[in-house]
């Protein structure tokens, strides 16, 4: 099984409407991410979360919001999605004071028409 | 703020060709540096780290020396495959560090 699981993986949406994408982790990290990939401009901050009680904005904030459900869970909100947001969403998990080593998942294709 | 600067791509190689992917960082004190591989149609996995200044992180044939002097962390393999066609990320994080990105360089090897 993965360590880091999104969903969904593919979702295509109209301009204004709400968009939830999940992650969830088995490998008790404390530390999660949320990343944005367009072409060309590499992965950007979006949110992270240092412990269940820990949000913390990112480069690229606007837009979207978060919620950590519990330490294994992390959600991205889009509360009225708009077309430059489509993009490839990446959950991440770790970054640990020790390692600073952090495991994907396969990432959520959203495409906003 | 913490950034990572990596050679910009793509970068077309014949098989059997030598590797070098150039990155640079700027940071306050000694994060640790890694690289990030993405195949087509995946997330990110670790390719490889180093952990302090002068440690060497190698993996499947990939090296990358943590240069403090010249705050470099270059890529290199000594003979690719087409296999190794992905996108390579240079980062930087541990401690306290937030993880930080370059924006990626895309490798692609003919046969």
């Known amino acids: 099984d993965a360590d880091v699981t999104q969903t969904p993986r593919n979702r295509i949406t109209k301009t204004g409407k709400r968009i939830m994408l999940e992650c969830s982790q088995t490998?008790?990290?404390?530390?999660m991410y949320w990343y944005r990939q367009d072409p060309g401009l590499g992965l950007r901050l979006i949110y992270y979360?240092?412990?269940?009680?820990?949000?913390n904005k990112g480069e690229i904030s606007d837009g979207y919001s978060v919620s950590r459900q519990a330490q294994a869970k992390f959600s991205l909100s889009l509360e009225s999605a708009i077309p430059n947001q489509t993009a490839l969403y990446f959950c991440?998990?770790?970054?640990?004071?020790?390692?600073?080593?952090?495991?994907f998942g396969e990432g959520s294709r959203l495409t906003v028409l | 703020g913490n950034s990572v600067t990596q050679m910009e791509g793509p970068v077309t190689l014949s098989e059997e060709a030598f590797l070098t992917i150039n990155c640079t960082y700027t940071?306050?004190?000694?994060?640790?540096l890694f690289w990030y591989v993405q195949y087509p149609g995946e997330g990110l996995q670790l390719l490889l780290k180093a952990t302090k200044a002068d440690d060497k992180g190698s993996n499947k044939g990939f090296e990358a020396t943590y240069r403090k002097e010249t705050t470099s962390f270059h890529l290199e393999k000594g003979s690719v495959q087409v296999s190794d066609s992905a996108v390579y990320f240079c980062?930087?994080?541990?401690?306290?560090?937030?993880?930080?990105f370059g924006r990626g360089t895309s490798l692609i090897v003919h046969p």
């Open positions: 979360s240092f412990d269940v009680k820990d949000i």
């Open positions: 940071a306050t004190g000694y994060p640790s």
């Open positions: 980062a930087l994080s541990g401690g306290s560090y937030i993880p930080t």
């Open positions: 490998k008790g990290h404390d530390r």
């Open positions: 991440a998990a770790g970054g640990a004071p020790n390692t600073g080593e952090l495991f």
